[in-house]
């Protein structure tokens, strides 16, 4: 029987803070146009669930997907320009 107490101290040897670090905090705020974007066309799409689509509701959710469109080509012109985002993400 393998003991497990004596691998504890190898598993738990960095504890974990639970907070992101710094390098993640700046990809996150270099994402935040699209992550709001993004929020945006869901709030759009949303309001037509549980009723047919105006054509108000159709424009705003056209506005919103070219929205999250524009603010994805920007963040990939943004990273593809040498401008990598810290972190990784993106």
């Not at 992550?35 to 509701?57: F, G, H, K, Y």
């Not at 959710?61 to 469109?69: D, E, M, W």
């Not at 943004?78 to 810290?86: D, E, M, N, Q, Y």
């Amino acid at each position: 029987m393998n003991v497990i107490a004596a691998l504890q101290a190898v598993v738990t040897a960095t504890p974990f803070d639970g907070e992101p670090s710094d390098a993640e905090l700046d990809a996150i705020q270099a994402e935040m146009p699209l992550i709001l974007a993004e929020v945006d066309l869901l709030d759009a799409q949303i309001m037509t669930i549980d009723r047919p689509a105006s054509e108000l509701d159709t424009r705003r959710v056209r506005r919103a997907r070219n929205r999250v469109l524009a603010a994805r080509r920007d963040l990939t012109n943004r990273t593809a320009g040498g401008l990598s985002v810290p972190g990784g993400a993106a």
